[in-house]
């Protein structure tokens, strides 16, 4: 097939990409992206363009030698396949969506016994940055996703934590116990939670629940610099996240 017969199959952007993520799952093994382009008739530059929006998506997965290969987030495409979907790949589009809609960091996490672990990150690609928090547990008061995890536990385990002391990471950090039992009856009352620079200073963020029948099965967070995100300077946005991810949630499900 020649590069022109090629071409004239994957004319719009969505089938370019399409045709990409065919030809990577069809190869015997890892694929360069030189290759790729040579298989698809497509520039190198639009080849590797795809494959890091595939990569986005988990769709493709890059080694350090930028070898691509079939990603996880593949078994979203075949539910019939006995393979687990986890929800973290289900989440991959709503993170970028959330990046390219807020421009902020957005990530994805869940309750853990020690911690609230963030399980998926999608950075922005601007120049002002916050450390990335992907696959690391971090004290849940200190936190908003965090904050919301709490907000959904049962009066036992409060209890419990709130029994030990908690620690500062920062001066803004809450740990005073009747004070955060305040924040986490506002937060189940408002369905979202702000940090203040809890854990790292001049780093702010935003959380809300992916509920199911009442349950937070994993929190959704936008985090980053403290002059832009914060409430005084996002006025509704979040209530616009809550809704939003309210509105993806039946996608996000098994």
């Avoid at 539910?79 to 993170?95: H, K, M, N, V």
């Avoid at 001049?202 to 509920?211: C, F, K, M, R, S």
């Amino acid at each position: 097939m020649t590069g022109d017969e090629t071409m004239s199959m994957a004319t719009g952007p969505v089938h370019r990409a399409f045709h990409v993520l065919q030809i990577v799952v069809a190869a015997d093994g890892p694929i360069g992206t030189r290759e790729i382009a040579r298989r698809s008739g497509l520039p190198k530059s639009t080849a590797g363009r795809l494959v890091g929006l595939l990569a986005d998506l988990g769709m493709v997965e890059r080694a350090t030698d930028g070898a691509v290969s079939p990603g996880s987030a593949l078994t979203t495409l075949r539910p019939s396949s006995e393979a687990e979907i986890t929800l973290g790949d289900r989440c991959r589009p709503l993170l970028v969506e959330l990046v390219d809609r807020f421009g902020e960091n957005a990530s994805v996490g869940i309750d853990t016994p020690d911690g609230f672990r963030y399980d998926m990150v999608r950075t922005t690609a601007g120049a002002l940055r916050v450390p990335n928090p992907s696959g690391r547990t971090y004290p849940f008061h200190c936190v908003a996703p965090g904050l919301v995890a709490m907000a959904f536990w049962d009066v036992d385990r409060l209890d419990a934590h709130l029994a030990e002391p908690l620690t500062a990471a920062t001066e803004f950090s809450v740990t005073d116990p009747d004070a955060v039992r305040a924040r986490l009856a506002k937060i189940r009352s408002n369905g979202f939670a702000w940090a203040d620079q809890e854990l790292d200073l001049e780093v702010n963020g935003l959380a809300v629940p992916i509920l199911d029948d009442g349950r937070a099965v994993a929190i959704v967070s936008l985090y980053g610099p403290a002059h832009r995100l914060s409430p005084d300077v996002c006025g509704g946005l979040a209530e616009e996240l809550r809704a939003l991810v309210d509105e993806r949630t039946p996608a996000l499900l098994p």
